[in-house]
């Protein structure tokens, strides 16, 4: 049976998910956490459709088999493959960062005309697209930006080299005259300042990391499954591959320092 205090399951290719997780942990301190970096398979953004869902239902399985109460796909470019499908799959509560952020980026822009960022898989599934004019009809623009994680990667979120590229990037989009940014990638949180460097003042940028928070609460408020009264939570790490990278790389997407990280075999499962 699924208690109150049973985890939140979290997934993504690597370690971008922690931004994510690091912003549902800001909102819900009390609630404990299993994370599944799938860093075998990363990345998934140049992955195909097919690939993404077989990948991510069986990270899907492996996190039930945990007890999780919940999971958050924090991968974009899963959330926008695979979520649908998932949640056609499995009982358990699954939610992922494409309608969340959509709904962010509505309020935010006053002239109907929203940029969008990401890899390629999110770009060509247009899961955005779509997500925004369930609501409205909206003037988006998208561009992917396959470079941007490995220079996130690699530590490069302020030289000259990424400013070059992300205004080679970002002129088609700011041709367009948008008023609204969606970072529609895990990785692109640790992005935001340069970013900011490199568009108008009015133009609001919308991390994809930030919003996913509301439906966690809309959940476990429907369910009544908040964690109680705890004084010490946990958070548990797995990946598919290279834990000591996914340990060195994860701190400054998680804000503070991973411990232990166990490889797992998903397949074996
Ligand atoms: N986590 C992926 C996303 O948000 C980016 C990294 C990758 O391509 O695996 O789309």
């Given amino acids: 049976m699924i208690k109150n205090n049973n985890p939140i399951g979290v997934f993504d290719s690597g370690v971008g998910g922690l931004t994510v997780m690091s912003e549902i942990n800001k ?69 992922g960062v494409i309608k969340s952020t959509s709904m962010a980026a509505m309020s935010a822009s006053k002239k109907n005309r929203i940029g969008v960022i990401g890899t390629e898989g ?64 895990t990785h692109y949180q640790l992005l935001k300042k340069i970013l900011k460097k490199n568009v108008k003042n009015d133009v609001v940028l919308i991390d994809s990391s930030k919003f996913v928070v509301k439906e966690v609460l809309n959940v476990l408020n429907k369910e009544k499954m908040f964690a109680k009264n705890r004084d010490k939570v946990f958070f548990k790490f797995y990946v598919s591959d290279n834990p000591a990278k996914f340990k060195k790389l994860g701190n400054q997407f998680f804000k503070r320092k991973i411990y232990d990280v166990k490889k797992i075999n998903i397949d074996a499962e």
């Fill in 122 to 185: 999110t770009v060509n599934s247009k899961s955005y697209i779509n997500e925004l004019n369930k609501i409205s009809r909206y003037n988006v623009y998208q561009q992917a930006c396959p470079l941007f994680v490995s220079l996130i990667e690699e530590g490069w979120t302020e030289n000259e080299i990424t400013n070059i590229i992300i205004k080679k990037y970002l002129k088609p989009l700011l041709n367009k005259n948008i008023d609204t940014l969606i970072l529609g990638c």
């Fill in 27 to 95: 909102i819900l301190p009390k609630e404990n956490f299993i994370y599944f970096g799938d860093t075998a398979h990363l990345p998934y953004g140049s992955k195909s459709k097919n690939m993404i869902i077989e990948l991510s239902k069986k990270i899907t399985l492996f996190l039930i088999k945990k007890d999780v109460k919940l999971i958050v796909v924090a991968c974009n470019t899963a959330s926008s493959f695979a979520l649908s499908i998932l949640q056609k799959t499995f009982k358990i509560p699954i939610v």
